[in-house]
């Protein structure tokens, strides 16, 4: 099968949740081209993609989308397998840290955005759900993290992302550390980005990459002013 | 008429003096009576207080037991928090890891303070209004108490990958969802109205409702002692209403802000009841007169549709909604008339 070809297959796998079937249809093209790498760069990131725009425009279910991020994660999992040894000689784009605010449990939202992220070539520290501001700032100093990336599910929770803001600042990071801000609060109230101190948003979990990738340039650009 | 004549001509397709209405105001009642909402979701006398001041300000032809999920969640073991303008809401799952699942337990609803909060809210709602006005009982759906006692996302991963631990899950859902059904139609509720969301293709793959969620629901609904509205959840429910055809002791849908009535129509037939979808959780962001021209389409478009009671969709009301919205939406159905032919 070519990659269009198998694209299309993946794609209908995934909405029709057939996450057997998607990994299947990968298991054979990474088979016939020689690795996950390439079945992830010429198959699944365009899948991707592609069911990210039918979720911006509402055509897909919440199941698919969990479908299509578990079959990425399934696929990750795989080149991580293939690749130990090669892994560190690729490009890596940067390291961030992502967790969910303090009192907020709604997960689902930020494992989609750390498989996301993991596939397009980030670093990855998830520090889970109820993170504390200082935990979130000890750890991307810790780890020379570029972006944090916070999660909310309702704006009671949302308005802590302030509190991650206001510990950028006491230590002089804002600039040099990134402040990513997302889950389902702020598709309905895009203000509260500014709000709550953040420098980006996504309106789905497909479109981190993109954002962080800016996010990632502007930090570059303001530590060398 | 009554309201509870209005209400079941809107049932029976039988004349009416004026077109049946809800708004769901269950929050709106703590605005009206300056309750905190800590005492109103947790005592049955305050939040009966919030309602009648709700019936004496727009005279809703039903009236609702508490729209909160918090309790059951509570009572399953869940942690929740109470909010200044907003129902209480779930802090932290009971359960973070879904190897725990099987710590999940039906909670006694005989001891248990929320559960006996909303059954003692349905009891001095029936007492008090005595059958002139209807009271519908609010519950989470068996299908979706999962999600806020264990988290969406390990929800979904057990319905969609792990039939085995969903069929279990449900299997005590069921058990807790019947008694507690139950004891609110002791309680002297009408009906139940029930949101669905993991029961929606919105959020579930279709052969997942067909083939789990459907068949559960049936079996559940065949052992209520009363009827269940259906209520969209927060999700569009028209173009799916077939899949639900065949549920027992289903007595309406209620519809999305997005629905089609047409469509809904066209895909459940002519004598079912359908009720909305003047969107209720954002009134309090759009100006009366916005709202009001809203409502009067919603009931130009049903003008001659018997099966219709004029409903908000979503959730609560929002707090911050203007009394003059409340009080203008009350007035424009006092003056619409019966509206069909």
Redesign the interface.
């Given at each position: 099968m070519t990659a269009e070809s198998t694209r299309i297959s993946v794609i209908e796998a995934i909405l029709?949740?057939e996450?057997e079937l998607a990994n299947s249809l990968l298991d054979t093209y990474a088979a016939a081209n020689g690795s996950y790498r390439r079945a992830m760069n010429e198959v699944l990131e365009p899948v991707l993609v592609e069911i990210g725009i039918k979720w911006a425009e509402e055509n897909t279910?919440?199941?698919?989308g969990?479908?299509a991020g578990k079959v990425a994660e399934d696929t990750l999992f795989k080149i991580i397998r293939d690749e130990q040894d090669i892994l560190h000689t690729q490009e890596i784009k940067g390291t961030v840290v992502i967790g969910n605010i303090e009192?907020d449990?709604?997960?689902?939202g930020r494992?989609l955005v750390s498989i996301f992220l993991q596939s397009a070539g980030w670093i990855v520290h998830d520090l889970g759900?109820?993170v504390s501001p200082e935990e979130f700032v000890d750890k991307a100093a810790e780890t020379d993290a570029c972006i944090i990336g916070v999660s909310a599910m309702?704006y009671?929770t949302a308005a802590n992302i302030k509190k991650v803001r206001d510990e950028l600042d006491r230590r002089n990071l804002s600039g040099r550390i990134m402040l990513a801000v997302g889950g389902a609060v702020f598709r309905l109230r895009p203000e509260l980005t500014r709000e709550v101190g953040g420098d980006g948003t996504a309106a789905n979990g497909y479109q981190v990459p993109q954002l962080f990738a800016e996010l990632l340039a502007r930090s570059q650009r303001e530590t060398l002013q | 008429m009554t309201s509870m004549e209005r209400v079941v001509a809107a049932l029976q397709g039988t004349e009416a003096d004026r077109r049946a209405f809800t708004m769901t105001l269950s929050l709106y009642g703590a605005k009206l009576t300056g309750c905190p909402l800590s005492e109103y979701y947790t005592s049955p006398d305050r939040y009966l207080q919030g309602q009648i001041a709700v019936y004496d300000h727009c005279r809703p032809d039903i009236l609702f037991t508490p729209f909160a999920f918090a309790p059951e969640a509570q009572a399953f073991g869940s942690e929740i928090?109470y909010?200044q303008k907003?129902p209480p809401?779930?802090?932290?799952?009971f359960i973070?890891d879904p190897k725990d699942i099987d710590k999940i337990t039906v909670p006694d609803i005989g001891s248990d303070e929320g559960l006996q909060y909303l059954l003692s809210s349905a009891r001095l709602l029936a007492d008090h209004f005595k059958g002139a006005v209807p009271i519908c009982g609010v519950l989470a759906s068996p299908l979706d108490l999962p999600a806020v006692i264990m988290?969406?996302?390990n929800w979904?991963?057990i319905l969609?990958?792990d039939d085995e631990k969903a069929s279990a899950v449900i299997s005590l859902m069921s058990e807790y969802f019947v008694t507690m059904a139950n004891s609110m139609f002791d309680n002297g509720i009408n009906f139940l109205a029930i949101p669905m969301m993991f029961s929606n293709?919105?959020?579930?793959?279709e052969?997942?409702v067909k083939e789990t969620v459907v068949p559960a629901l049936a079996d559940i609904f065949s052992r209520l002692k009363g009827p269940v509205v259906f209520h969209h959840g927060g999700n569009p429910l028209a173009g799916f209403l077939p899949l639900y055809r065949n549920i027992p002791n289903i007595a309406g849908f209620a519809l999305d802000q997005h629905d089609d009535f047409s469509e809904a129509r066209k895909n459940i037939g002519e004598n079912m009841l359908l009720l909305g979808n003047l969107e209720g959780p954002t009134l309090g962001l759009v100006t009366t007169a916005h709202a009001l021209e809203r409502a009067q389409k919603i009931l130009d478009n049903r003008r001659d549709d018997r099966h219709f009671i004029f409903a908000t969709s979503g959730a609560d009301v929002a707090w911050d909604t203007p009394m003059e919205t409340i009080t203008g939406i009350y007035d424009l159905i006092q003056h619409y008339g019966a509206g069909h032919a």
């Open positions: 029709g949740g996450r279910s919440l199941a698919q969990y479908v009192d449990f709604h997960s689902l494992k759900s109820d309702m009671t | 928090f909010l907003n809401n779930v802090r932290k799952p973070r988290g969406v996302g979904l991963e969609l990958f293709p919105r959020l579930v793959f052969k997942t």
